[in-house]
């Protein structure tokens, strides 16, 4: 099975400018599809981008669009989360999961693999 660990997290300032990484191993991610979500505490875990594996389009969520950049790296099996412009609003875990199906869909429920997650928090 694939295995997804994330990293990249940390304490940050508004108006900062962070990138998460998404190592997969176990697999290849021929035919799927990767995503990223996040949580905050007391909050459902919240669509944030997805594409499929060989694809060139990316789908955003609504908070993100504009600030976040999703982009994939075939060669290291990993996909990355650029995130600019952050905001306190933006402060969770971002968790990072694949679709083997291919779907990419911004349901969480159609992801089978997920990763731990890794907390950015963004100060005032």
């Known amino acids: 099975q694939v295995q997804l660990v994330e990293s990249g997290g940390g304490l940050v300032q508004t108006g900062d400018s962070l990138r998460l990484s998404c190592a997969a191993s176990?697999?290849?991610?021929?035919?799927?599809?990767m995503g990223w979500f996040r949580q905050a505490p007391g909050k459902e875990r919240e669509f944030v981008a997805a594409?499929?594996?060989?694809?060139?389009?990316?789908n955003y969520g609504d908070s993100v669009k504009g600030r976040f950049t999703f982009s994939r790296d075939y060669a290291r099996n990993t996909v990355y989360l650029q995130m600019n412009s952050l905001k306190p609003e933006d402060t969770a875990v971002y968790y990072c999961?694949?679709?083997?199906?291919?779907?990419?869909?911004?349901?969480?429920?159609?992801?089978?693999?997920w990763g731990q997650g890794t907390q950015v928090t963004v100060s005032s």
């Open positions: 176990g697999g290849t991610l021929s035919g799927h599809a």
């Open positions: 594409a499929r594996w060989g694809a060139v389009s990316t």
């Open positions: 999961a694949a679709d083997r199906h291919g779907v990419g869909s911004s349901d969480k429920s159609r992801y089978e693999y």
